[in-house]
């Protein structure tokens, strides 16, 4: 009788835990890399639901009535922010207009750096990754070792973003275009009735770019300047997007705070160990360098001592044209890269074009993880196949 009544006991505690490990909010993201994250600190407790499924891009999405339903029921929604998915600040505004909303490019601690300029990265001295192969010490030095396109950062001082006892109030928010995360810069947006029409003109037009050999030099303001908001793409601001991310949930669902801080400090470890995984992977290969479909991997570049010397364009929206491809074939001569990387996102036979009557290969590297599985382990994934892509063509081509 004893043992029956313990037994009892016992399930009732089993089912009262499960009870309180349930999570008590709806959580959104919106790329796959960010529903990595977000899923790896509720793991255990919930799973999140994602906006920019499969191969899609944030840079070119149209939202489905499901994904505007499942916005519409958030409680909290994780985004990198509207310099990425701009697509999601007007819906974030009306359609999710009560959840709390978390730009985790305004993350305690990240690193941030500025788009290069120009597609070619004419002036970006490559030569010597030593000073910022490791950049812990960034917010000390002000990101002085990243002057690498001539601008020094005067515009994003990044002592005044000096990370220490989550220094955000000293965030110029201005610069980021997030003064107000969920409603800044809606307008001229309208994505209210998810004009998939409207869409499909906008292929048209970018389609028509190439037709007509418009090079895209003159949109380098339409989608880039100022901050690259690629920032997954260092571990070391992954660590920092998913303590903001605990920090976030905790406070929509205080009973399993408990569980987010013990997820968030296990997936802090795993990436400490992703990173020097990394850096050993690519040591061999990063005095080689090598062009990228659209000036993406910056953070990428800078973590682990690779070297990016030019994109095939500036804005992945617009296509280039014929001037943008004379230029990086020549790029590709001048410094001699050895490969020309493709993404799943964009269209693969302009890299065929570009290595046309050139020595270099092509190979594809995928900052999203178009085919990837979602879920926790998506973002390890991600950056060994990332580093492992560029191992495989870097070191044929030697």
Request: charged residues 25%.
């Amino acid at each position: 009788m004893t043992r029956i009544a313990s037994t009892l006991l016992a399930c009732t505690f089993l089912a009262g835990s499960a009870l309180a490990a349930k999570a008590e909010v709806n959580v959104v993201t919106s790329i796959k890399p960010v529903h990595s994250l977000v899923a790896a600190v509720m793991e255990g407790v919930g799973t999140p639901g994602l906006i920019v499924e499969g191969a899609g891009s944030p840079h070119t999405y149209a939202m489905k009535p499901s994904q505007a339903r499942m916005l519409e029921r958030a409680d909290v929604v994780f985004w990198v922010g509207e310099k990425l998915e701009t697509f999601l600040a007007k819906p974030l505004g009306s359609i999710a207009a009560d959840a709390k909303t978390v730009a985790l490019i305004d993350a305690h601690g990240l690193v941030r750096l500025d788009f290069r300029e120009g597609g070619a990265f004419e002036g970006h001295d490559h030569g010597d990754h030593d000073g910022h192969g490791d950049h812990d010490d960034h917010a000390e030095k002000g990101h002085d070792d990243h002057a690498h396109d001539g601008h020094a950062h005067d515009e994003h001082d990044h002592d005044k973003h000096a990370h220490d006892d989550h220094g955000h109030s000293e965030h110029s928010h201005d610069e980021h275009g997030h003064e107000d995360h969920a409603k800044a810069g809606h307008e001229g947006h309208d994505h209210d009735s998810h004009d998939h029409d409207a869409h499909k003109k906008h292929d048209h037009d970018e389609h028509a770019h190439d037709e007509h050999g418009h090079d895209e030099h003159g949109h380098e303001g339409h989608a880039h300047g100022g901050v690259d908001p690629h920032i997954w793409l260092d571990p070391a601001n992954a660590k920092a997007m998913v303590a903001e991310i605990a920090e976030a949930l905790s406070e929509a669902d205080p009973g399993n705070a408990d569980s987010y801080a013990a997820n968030a400090k296990k997936v802090a470890a795993r990436l400490d160990t992703l990173t020097a995984e990394v850096k050993e992977t690519l040591a061999p290969v990063g005095d080689r360098g090598f062009v990228v479909f659209h000036d993406a991997y910056r953070y990428f570049e800078a973590r682990f001592g690779v070297t990016a010397v030019g994109s095939i364009t500036v804005s992945p929206e617009v296509m280039p044209g014929a001037e943008r491809i004379s230029e990086i074939r020549h790029k590709l001569e001048d410094v001699g890269a050895t490969c020309v990387f493709a993404e799943p996102q964009f269209e693969p036979k302009l890299v065929d074009t570009v290595i046309e009557g050139t020595q270099a290969r092509a190979g594809t590297i995928d900052p999203l993880g178009a085919g990837l599985a979602d879920g926790p382990e998506l973002y390890f994934t991600l950056i060994r196949q990332m580093a492992a892509s560029i191992k495989t063509c870097l070191s044929a081509a030697s």
